[in-house]
């Protein structure tokens, strides 16, 4: 017992600090100082009056860009009413030809070789 208890005396105990600095975990702190001038704000700076407009100018100014907001504004729904126009258009053609059925079209397309023949024949025969 008496050298257990000199071991603890004489080493763990003497090195209790190296110990506690091995085995425990460290904290590190990041500190940051900013100098007190970096923090205010500085005032923005204003245009003299001198070059300030006056009523009527910036009424005008609101005016004009309200007409142009609304020249803006009639050209886009003219666009998208020529959009919905062309939309419709195709669709209607679309259910046009499927509602035809294959061999009406196939007889249309021979009646129109047809014609184109003879004008081509009547063409050479007038002498275009």
Do not use: N
């Not at 091995?22 to 007190?36: D, G, K, L, Q």
Request: charged residues 30%.
């Amino acid at each position: 017992m008496r050298s257990i208890l000199d071991w603890m005396l004489h080493t763990y105990y003497r090195h209790y600090k190296l110990y506690q600095y091995a085995f425990t975990s460290r904290v590190t702190m990041s500190i940051t100082s900013y100098h007190p001038s970096s923090l205010v704000e500085l005032v923005p700076q204003l245009p003299p009056l001198a070059d300030a407009l006056t009523e009527e100018q910036h009424q005008q100014q609101l005016d004009e860009e309200q007409r142009q907001e609304e020249e803006r504004r009639h050209a886009e729904e003219a666009a998208a009413a020529v959009a919905a126009e062309e939309a419709r258009q195709r669709a209607l053609e679309e259910e046009y030809e499927a509602s035809l059925p294959d061999d009406v079209k196939d007889r249309v397309v021979h009646a129109l070789e047809r014609e184109v023949v003879g004008f081509s024949r009547l063409c050479q025969c007038v002498g275009l």
